[in-house]
């Protein structure tokens, strides 16, 4: 099992960045498949990015493509979310997910494990 505790949301300007970063517990953070997804009020959990237990191979969401970057550091048992050009639509609460399997998925069905969340408010 693996917890995971979310940091570095805030309230930025748009056009701005943001680095979000996700500590995991326990000893085998590099088994594990990284994603970070994001949800607003009433609506449905989005994807925005995943990575590799090697950090090899990324994915991301159509909306942030070009924007964000998702990196891992497996000796610091850490993933982050490097935000940039931030727009009022990245509004959301923001949630990194640990998935232990091989495969980069992209649903929430897919992920065993969630941290608690973190606010982005981008502000126009």
């Known amino acids: 099992q693996v917890q995971l505790v979310e940091s570095g949301g805030g309230l930025v300007q748009a056009g701005g960045s943001l680095r979000l970063s996700c500590a995991a517990s326990?000893?085998?953070?590099?088994?594990?498949?990284m994603g970070w997804f994001r949800q607003a009020p009433g609506k449905e959990r989005e994807f925005v990015a995943a990575?590799?237990?090697?950090?090899?191979?990324?994915v991301y969401g159509d909306s942030v493509k070009g924007r964000f970057t998702i990196s891992r550091d497996n000796a610091e048992n850490t993933v982050y979310l490097q935000m940039n050009s931030l727009k009022s639509e990245d509004t959301d609460v923001y949630y990194c997910?640990?998935?232990?399997?091989?495969?980069?998925?992209?649903?929430?069905?897919?992920?065993?494990?969630w941290g608690q969340g973190t606010q982005v408010t981008v502000s126009s």
């Open positions: 997910a640990a998935d232990n399997t091989v495969l980069v998925q992209t649903t929430v069905a897919a992920y065993d494990y």
């Open positions: 990575i590799s237990r090697s950090g090899g191979d990324t």
């Open positions: 326990g000893r085998t953070f590099r088994s594990y498949v």
